[in-house]
């Protein structure tokens, strides 16, 4: 059974470019959310997918946008990357209706704007 | 807002040395509470929980009490290994359910000499 697998692994970006980032969740979960880890800090909550639409979301600029399709599986699109999106991103998976609070990690793509 | 304080490192003990990592937090109503654990070059996994005052969380020779009059959920462990050098997170999130958003603290690194 797969965990919760990231793509790519690293990417270095110019500053004003675009980015996307995807995440496949664990078989059988049906909800993903995307935090973003800055060096030496806690993750940061970005926004929650399920049923393909944004149902939470973090203190995170519009710049910051995201997708979920029909298998569950979502995008992280940052526009106009700016220095400060440097960092390590996450996309943790879960199923809503289980109430076992564990949200499952995947290893995080780390994302450098130069 | 809901928020989540530890202790800083890094920390740095000597094998078989006992651990504590302090942790408190701030918020409203009755939050679960976790700590994760990331090794180098992985993602963040659930060391353990507590769901509500006075429980208890237990994995891998760690523990934590959920102390609601004192808002604090420290890990402890009797004997520490070197295989135990991670990054700690202390974290909560605020709502019964393993779809609701995590909010964590900064970390405390944890280094184990031999």
């Known amino acids: 059974d797969a965990g919760v697998t990231q793509s790519p692994t690293h990417l270095i970006k110019t500053r004003g470019q675009q980015v996307t980032l995807r995440c496949s969740p664990k078989?059988?979960?049906?909800?993903v959310s995307w935090y973003q880890q800055a060096l030496g800090q806690g993750p940061q909550f970005i926004f929650q997918?399920?049923?393909?639409?944004?149902?939470q979301r973090g203190n995170f600029p519009d710049r910051f946008s995201g997708h979920q399709f029909p298998n569950y599986s979502s995008e992280l699109n940052v526009n106009a990357l700016l220095l400060g999106d440097s960092a390590l991103y996450l996309c943790?998976?879960?199923?809503?209706?289980?109430?076992?609070?564990?949200?499952?990690f995947g290893p995080g793509t780390r994302l450098t704007v130069t | 807002g809901n928020s989540v304080t530890q202790m800083e490192g890094p920390v740095t003990l000597s094998e078989e040395a006992f651990l504590t990592i302090n942790c408190t937090y701030t918020?409203?109503?009755?939050?679960?509470l976790f700590w994760y654990v990331q090794y180098p070059g992985e993602g963040l996994q659930l060391l353990l929980k507590?769901?509500?005052?006075?429980d208890k969380g237990s994995n891998k020779g760690f523990e934590a009490t959920y102390r609601k009059e004192t808002t604090s959920f420290h890990l402890e462990k009797g004997s520490v290994q070197v295989s135990d050098s991670a990054v700690y997170f202390c974290?909560?999130?605020?709502?019964?359910?393993?779809?609701?958003?995590?909010?964590f603290g900064s970390g405390t690194r944890l280094s184990i000499r031999p």
């Open positions: 974290a909560l999130s605020d709502k019964y359910s393993s779809a609701s958003k995590i909010i």
């Open positions: 507590a769901t509500k005052a006075d």
């Open positions: 918020a409203t109503g009755y939050p679960s």
């Open positions: 943790a998976s879960s199923f809503r209706a289980e109430l076992s609070y564990e949200q499952y």
């Open positions: 997918y399920y049923e393909e639409e944004e149902r």
């Open positions: 078989s059988g979960h049906d909800t």
